[in-house]
């Protein structure tokens, strides 16, 4: 197998395994262990969300989440501008991601920072203020395709995860926990052993809330 096939190997074997997991999870998200036991047992395969849930409700056994969405959407912008980033076509591409979801009635699938963030986008703030209040974990979750197309370069990886960070997540703690995942995939991309990827992980961890200054 050649480096090239290997590298696509890995990059699609990285998006499904983040979708399948993201569907295996998605019956018992924000739910307490006890919640899930009384709802569903033990999880061992798709399942649907149990009638009334909290925030999947409506979705069905095996689909995915905003998580898998996100990253699929990102990928996209990616995509279309390899080279750089376009932070307000980013922030184009949430507001009609976030319509979208409306339409469905699965508004509740929105993460609080992601929630805040679009809020503030649509109530006229720039894209480059709109993501002070993002703590949580909306952008490590979809920054996967930040690894795949990026060389096993902490300083480089690290300054893209601060531009995908910018819109919905601009905050150190966000950022950190972005980089240190994007930094993780980078390296299983490129081959790299556990123990290495790691110790790459935690400086890009390091570095992340600086790169944003």
Known sequence: MS??????????????????????????????RSAIQAHYGRIEGFVAPFHGHPVSHGLRAAQVTDDTEQTLLLARRLI??????????????????????RA?????????????????????????ESGWRGTTNGAAMRVAPVGIMT?????????????????????GEAIAAASAVAMMVSCGIAGRDLDAALNYALEACRLGPLAMQ
Do not use: Y
């Open 3 to 32: 480096v090239t096939n290997a590298r696509w190997n890995r990059a699609r074997a990285t998006l499904m395994g983040l979708a399948m997991g993201d569907a295996l999870g998605m019956p018992s998200q924000t739910l307490p």
């Open 80 to 101: 279309a501008h390899p080279e750089g980033f376009d932070h307000e076509a980013w922030a184009h591409d949430l507001l009609e991601w976030e319509a979208a979801i």
């Open 104 to 128: 469905k009635g699965l508004s509740d699938l929105l993460g609080p920072s992601s929630r805040t963030a679009i809020d503030a986008l649509l109530a006229g703030a720039s894209s480059e």
């Open 151 to 171: 060389p096993p370069e902490v300083e480089t990886v690290v300054a893209r995860v601060v531009l995908t960070c910018r819109v919905t997540h601009n905050t």
